[in-house]
């Protein structure tokens, strides 16, 4: 006996409240299924509505344009009063710096002459070398 069970397919739509938890998602630095997820879809409805619908993903980029310009201000702010540490990430993470690297070798070796033929000689026994 076959039962019947009665399923209606959720309907995609790109709704104000939709987008808003996509934005928020893409917010936090979530991506792909992780943002679906958060945004309460499964990752397939996510990819589908994303299709059917432009605004879904310009929701998702508005999100992490929005966090990043935040965060870069904060950071930025941190570098202006001072923040050492976070004037170096700016700098490496976003202007491609890169601190001088330097190495001084100095080698201050002396060879006597005198001295290598006698360790020569002590090697050499009646035209054999020793190693």
Do not use: F
Request: proline share 3%; hydrophobic share 45%; aromatic share 2%.
């Amino acid at each position: 006996m076959m039962l019947s069970i009665p399923h209606s397919p959720r309907q995609l739509k790109a709704t104000e409240t939709r987008l808003q938890a996509i934005y928020d998602a893409a917010a936090l630095g979530l991506k792909g299924d992780a943002l679906a997820l958060a945004a309460g879809m499964l990752p397939s409805e996510y990819r589908q509505l994303c299709q059917i619908d432009s605004v879904a993903e310009m929701a998702a980029l508005k999100g992490k344009a929005d966090a990043e310009v935040r965060l870069s201000k904060v950071m930025h702010d941190a570098a202006m009063d001072g923040d050492i540490k976070a004037a170096l990430a700016i700098l490496q993470n976003r202007h491609d710096w890169t601190p001088k690297q330097e190495i001084n070798v100095d080698v201050h070796t002396r060879i006597s002459i005198t001295q290598a033929l006698h360790a020569a000689q002590e090697r050499v026994i009646e035209g054999e070398v020793l190693k």
